[in-house]
C-alpha cells in the first residue's frame, strides 16, 4: 500500500530537549515536504526536499532542520523546541518534477512543547 | 506570492442537501494546479479534487465537483447529496508548476471551513 509514514503520532516534550519527528515513503518519489498547521492559519511549509542531498527553506523554517540521506526518508529535527513549536505537523511526498500527481500526506503528528 | 483566501470559516447543511464552498485565491502565473482536501476528525489529509489551470473543463469526483474561474480566480467546490462521512475540515490548496520542472512544489493552502453534516 502507498502510504506516507510518521511517527510518532503524538509527543509532548519539554522546552529544550531536542527531538526527531520521522517520515518515510514507500513511493519512490522523489519530492518530500513538512508542513504546520496552525488553527486559522491552515498549512504553512517549513522544509523541502527535491531529492537526495538537496533541502531547502519553506516558509517558516526558523528552529527545524531536516536531512534527506535516503530518497524514502525526511526526517524533522528540532534541536531546541519552544513552545511556539506547539503544532500539528505534516510530512508529504509526491513524485516531483513538477509532474501533476497529488501530494501524499502522513498521519500527522501533534506536538506539544511545554 | 501567492494567496489561498477561504472565506467561511464553518458552514452545516442537512444530510442530502447540496453545499458549495469557496475558495478564491491570487496568483500571476498562468499554470498551476489547485486542489480542495479534506481532513477529517482523524487529521489524515485526503484528497478530493484536482484541477489543472489549463484545463477549462470543471473537474468532477463522484458527489464533489468544482466551479474553476480562472479569470476570477475562484476554485468553489460543490457537495451533492451531502453525507455525513462529508463531515470535516476542507482546504483549498494551490500549487505552481515549476517552469523548469525541478523546484519547490509547494502547496499554499486557505485557512480552511469546518463543514457540518447534520442529520
Known amino acids: 500500500e502507498a502510504q506516507v509514514t510518521q511517527n510518532p503520532r503524538y509527543l509532548i516534550t519539554v522546552t529544550g530537549k531536542k527531538l526527531t519527528v520521522t517520515c518515510s515513503q514507500n513511493?519512490?518519489?522523489?519530492?518530500m515536504s513538512w508542513y504546520r498547521q496552525d488553527p486559522g492559519l491552515g498549512l504553512r511549509q517549513i522544509y523541502y526536499s527535491m531529492n537526495v542531498e538537496v533541502t531547502d527553506k519553506g516558509d517558516v523554517p526558523e528552529g527545524y532542520k531536516v536531512s534527506r540521506k535516503e530518497k524514502r526518508n525526511f526526517p524533522l529535527i528540532l534541536e531546541s523546541p519552544s513552545p511556539n513549536q506547539t503544532s500539528l505537523y505534516f510530512c508529504a511526498s509526491s513524485q516531483g518534477f513538477g509532474r501533476k500527481t497529488e501530494a501524499f500526506f502522513g498521519q500527522g503528528t501533534r506536538l506539544t512543547v511545554v | 506570492a501567492q494567496t489561498v483566501t477561504q472565506s467561511q470559516p464553518e458552514m452545516s447543511v442537512q444530510e442530502a442537501e447540496t453545499v458549495t464552498l469557496s475558495c478564491t485565491y491570487d496568483?500571476?502565473?498562468?499554470?498551476?494546479?489547485l486542489f480542495w482536501y479534506k481532513q477529517p476528525p482523524s487529521r489524515q489529509m485526503i484528497l478530493v479534487i484536482r484541477?489543472?489551470?489549463?484545463?477549462?473543463q470543471n473537474a468532477t469526483e463522484n458527489r464533489f465537483s468544482v466551479n474553476f474561474q480562472k479569470a476570477a480566480k475562484s476554485f468553489s467546490l460543490k457537495i451533492s447529496d451531502s453525507q455525513l462521512g462529508d463531515t470535516a475540515m476542507y482546504f483549498c490548496?494551490?500549487?505552481?508548476?515549476?517552469?523548469?520542472?525541478?523546484?519547490?512544489?509547494?502547496?499554499?493552502f486557505g485557512t480552511g471551513t469546518r463543514l457540518t453534516i447534520i442529520p
Open positions: 496568483t500571476s502565473e498562468n499554470n498551476y494546479y
Open positions: 484541477q489543472e489551470a489549463y484545463k477549462q
Open positions: 490548496a494551490f500549487r505552481t508548476k515549476p517552469i523548469s520542472n525541478f523546484g519547490n512544489e509547494k502547496l499554499t
Open positions: 513511493m519512490n518519489h522523489e519530492y
